[in-house]
C-alpha cells in the first residue's frame, strides 16, 4: 500500500503560479503511476495529469494542457503539479492517485485508482 498526502494549495489570482506536491509513504514509489484530479463544487472529479513510474510519459487535459506540468521524483516519493497561467475555472479540490500500473499516465476513471490522497484545494480569483 501506498499513504497520499498533498500540499501547496491555496489563494491565488488569475494568471498566478502555484505547485502542489503529493508525498508519498509505504510501497515502493516508483511501482506507481501517479495523477493529479480535481474536483469543483457540483462537478464530477476529473482527471487533469498523469506520469508513469519514470516521469517519461506524461498526460494531460485538454483544458490544462500548456498550462500544467506533472513531475515526479522517485528519490523523494514526491509527484508535482506545477500550475501556470490559472484561471478561475481550475477552482477544485486538487487530488493525487495512485495506480499499480506504473506504466500508467493516460487518463483513466478515477475509480480505477486505488489509493488517494486527501485533497488540497485551490482556489483562483478574477
Known amino acids: 500500500q501506498v499513504q497520499l498526502v498533498e500540499s501547496g494549495g491555496g489563494l491565488v489570482q488569475a494568471g498566478g503560479s502555484l505547485r502542489l506536491s503529493c508525498a508519498a509513504s509505504?510501497?515502493?514509489?516508483?511501482?506507481?503511476?501517479m495523477a493529479w484530479f480535481r474536483q469543483a463544487p457540483g462537478k464530477e472529479r476529473e482527471f487533469a495529469a498523469g506520469?508513469?513510474?519514470?516521469?517519461?510519459?506524461?498526460a494531460y487535459a485538454d483544458s490544462v494542457k500548456g498550462r500544467f506540468t506533472i513531475s515526479r521524483d522517485n528519490a523523494k516519493n514526491t509527484v508535482y503539479l506545477q500550475m501556470n497561467s490559472l484561471k478561475p475555472e481550475d477552482t477544485a479540490v486538487y487530488y493525487c492517485?495512485?495506480?499499480?500500473?506504473?506504466?500508467?499516465?493516460?487518463?483513466?476513471?478515477?475509480?480505477?485508482?486505488?489509493?488517494w490522497g486527501q485533497g488540497t484545494q485551490v482556489t483562483v480569483s478574477s
Open positions: 492517485a495512485a495506480h499499480v500500473d506504473s506504466g500508467s499516465y493516460y487518463r483513466r476513471p478515477s475509480y480505477e485508482y486505488g489509493y
Open positions: 506520469i508513469s513510474w519514470s516521469g517519461g510519459r506524461t
Open positions: 509505504g510501497r515502493a514509489f516508483s511501482s506507481y503511476g
